[in-house]
């Protein structure tokens, strides 16, 4: 079951801690632009979408795997 807030996902206390950097500056509504990378698997998209859901930022998921120029353009 994927995470839904904040407080449910595991490990990285010092960016999504209740003192961690990333976590204050989503409670500001100030993210600053950022590239998430990782593994498949680790929460990347999760955790894009737990900061979209939280602030007033857009957010549209694009996977590179399956779109490709065509569709990116749709997005952009």
Do not use: H
């Given at each position: 079951m994927r995470p839904r807030t904040?407080?449910?996902?595991?490990g990285q206390e010092?960016?999504?801690?209740?003192?961690?950097?990333?976590?204050r500056a989503i409670e500001a509504d100030r993210v600053p632009s950022m590239i998430l990378w990782g593994p498949?698997?680790?929460?990347?998209?999760?955790?894009?979408a737990?900061?979209?859901?939280l602030t007033?930022?857009?957010?549209?998921?694009f996977s590179a795997v399956t779109g490709g120029v065509p569709e990116l353009r749709l997005v952009i």
């Amino acid at each position: 079951m994927r995470p839904r807030t904040l407080d449910e996902f595991v490990g990285q206390e010092a960016v999504l801690g209740e003192r961690g950097w990333l976590r204050r500056a989503i409670e500001a509504d100030r993210v600053p632009s950022m590239i998430l990378w990782g593994p498949p698997g680790s929460g990347k998209s999760t955790l894009a979408a737990v900061i979209a859901n939280l602030t007033n930022g857009a957010y549209e998921p694009f996977s590179a795997v399956t779109g490709g120029v065509p569709e990116l353009r749709l997005v952009i």
